[in-house]
């Protein structure tokens, strides 16, 4: 197995079983980026270079804000303002004419985002590496609860980075099983929770239904 995928992380999310264990690594890793670049690294090169590039998106830039440390968000911030500003300023004035194309404005991106992006993929090839190399691994997937469909997409896309031929039509014929399965297992839960709410089901057991709509809504989108 490759070196760089790290096995150990994939391994523990499943086993505590949930609606995606991807999900539950990104949130873990969006804490750790978070913290890096608020922590020593807001002195480092490298970070500012890529914070200035990059910036952060709205949902990250409140996520950095809510960790309280206003100094090293203000060094970040001061910095990929300023060099905002010079790209702006070295922006060419719009040309007009009537069949002249019109430009676009920079996009906005985010360093957070980014990493993290990056990091979600190779936990994603990690789980397809697994299906071949490790023998706990295919029980423990094939009766878990699948995965968000953002991350099973992830998945499916990410797998023939290390699987081939039979092993890859086995892999992804189990994923696609496991994942039918477990969105068929929740709109079942769904349909309950909303069939409780006719009085005629006042006296019945809720069954797994009391948070299926929050899971329902994990499973379509993954974690915010």
Request: net charge positive.
């Amino acid at each position: 197995m490759r070196q760089h995928l790290d096995t150990a992380p994939v391994l523990e999310k499943m086993r505590a079983g949930g609606e995606c264990p991807l999900c539950a690594l990104k949130l873990d890793n969006e804490a750790s980026y978070a913290d890096y670049f608020l922590g020593g690294s807001v002195m480092e090169v490298s970070t500012r270079q890529e914070v200035n590039e990059k910036g952060f998106c709205a949902k990250h830039l409140k996520m950095l804000f809510d960790r309280n440390n206003r100094l090293g968000l203000a060094l970040l911030e001061s910095s990929h303002l300023k060099e905002t500003v010079k790209r702006l300023k070295a922006r060419p004035n719009p040309k007009r004419g009537l069949f002249q194309k019109k430009e676009e404005a920079p996009k906005a991106g985010c360093a957070l985002c980014d990493r993290l992006e990056a990091t979600m993929r190779r936990y994603a090839l990690t789980v397809a590496a697994l299906w071949e190399k490790e023998k706990e691994f295919k029980p423990l997937f094939q009766n878990g609860k699948g995965f968000c469909l953002p991350h099973y997409e992830m998945i499916r896309d990410e797998a023939p980075g290390i699987l081939s031929g039979k092993a890859l039509e086995e892999f992804i014929s189990a994923l696609d099983e496991v994942e039918m399965k477990n969105l068929e297992r929740l709109i079942a839960e769904v349909d309950w929770f909303a069939q409780k709410h006719d009085y005629r089901n006042a006296d019945k057991p809720w069954g797994e239904s009391r948070d299926s709509v929050e899971r329902c809504m994990k499973k379509l989108r993954g974690e915010a």
